[in-house]
């Protein structure tokens, strides 16, 4: 099957099931699952070409690495966050808003989809301040307004979001893409928020894949530290996402079309957290 049959496909389905039919997806993409054989952004494509237009946010942390081990700074980080100096966040800014957005966008353009690129920054999505001091130029998100991205949904376009918020006295602040995506979704009251990443979901301490949990399951996991580094902030982003969506899953971004899989089939993918104990 080809991706126009595939959106025939799923174009029957809605008309008869009409499931997501008026609501919202929130997608959050790793930067670093995206190489040659992630399906996701073709994933995009389709859901788009039925009228199911995905809100996306993505991530780009390897990129930001790479990037700042090219002007001699070493990435730090702590309890799975970017300690963000005033450099860093130039760095931050340059890579994510720049580079790693516009090349989705052109990906996506390429696959014969329509998007649209912009960061926190732009229209005042993300309204921030500074989380702690040790992070440095790491932000806490304080308000979402959504002028601009309903207004790209309206006119049909992908919104692609890169997780920078501007902070009260106008400055850049470093989002954790989980963290960005997770206010987004609350904001958005969306009907599913979607975390696609480079592991198959969160894994227990014998390393085998937890397929549902609760929140308090969640919690204890991480002050345990079984769920470490960048799971953390992806875990919470779950927790936060449970305020006003009503699923949150961790899936794996490498699996050939696990996002269609996620939202159309009955197979379960990955780690659903629940509300709950
Ligand atoms: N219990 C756990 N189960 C699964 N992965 C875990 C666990 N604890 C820590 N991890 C780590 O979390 C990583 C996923 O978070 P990471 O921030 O690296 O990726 P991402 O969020 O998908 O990408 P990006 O940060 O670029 O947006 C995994 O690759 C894994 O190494
Ligand atoms: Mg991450």
Same mark, same amino acid.
């Given at each position: ?91 931050? &800014? ?5 580079? @790693?957005?516009?090349? $989705? !966008?052109?990906? %996506?353009? *390429?696959? #014969? ?23 440095? &130029? ?5 308000? @979402?307004?959504?002028? $601009? !991205?309903?207004? %790209?949904? *309206?006119? #049909? ?121």
């Amino acid at each position: 099957m080809n991706s126009e049959d595939v959106a025939g496909v799923l174009a029957q389905t809605l008309k008869y099931v009409g499931a997501f039919a008026g609501k919202t997806v929130v997608v959050k993409i790793g930067g670093s699952t995206l190489g040659s054989h992630d399906t996701t952004l073709e994933d995009l494509v389709t859901l788009q070409r039925i009228g199911l237009i995905p809100v996306v946010v993505h991530g780009g942390g390897a990129t930001i690495s790479t990037w700042l081990r090219r002007i001699g700074a070493e990435p730090r980080f702590a309890g799975g966050l970017r300690v963000t100096d005033p450099e860093t966040m130039e760095v931050v &800014l340059m890579t994510l808003a720049g580079k @790693v957005n516009k090349e $989705l !966008v052109a990906q %996506v353009q *390429a696959l #014969g989809g329509q998007a649209v690129g912009f960061s926190g920054i732009d229209g005042g999505l993300l309204q921030g301040r500074r989380r702690s001091e040790t992070l440095g &130029l790491v932000g806490t998100v304080t308000a @979402v307004r959504l002028g $601009l !991205v309903h207004v %790209v949904m *309206a006119s #049909g376009f992908i919104p692609l979001i890169a997780p920078i918020a501007i902070g009260e006295g106008g400055e850049a602040l470093n989002l954790n893409a989980d963290t960005a995506a997770a206010e987004i979704a609350v904001a958005l009251r969306a009907e599913k928020l979607v975390f696609l990443t480079d592991v198959p979901g969160i894994k227990g301490a014998d390393g085998i894949l937890i397929p549902q949990m609760t929140a308090r399951r969640a919690r204890e996991l991480i002050e345990v530290g079984v769920i470490s580094g960048g799971m953390v902030p992806k875990t919470e982003a779950c927790l936060r996402g449970l305020d006003g969506v009503s699923r949150c899953h961790i899936i794996d971004g490498r699996v050939a079309h696990a996002l269609i899989r996620e939202l159309f089939t009955d197979s379960g993918v990955g780690t659903m957290i629940t509300d709950g104990d």
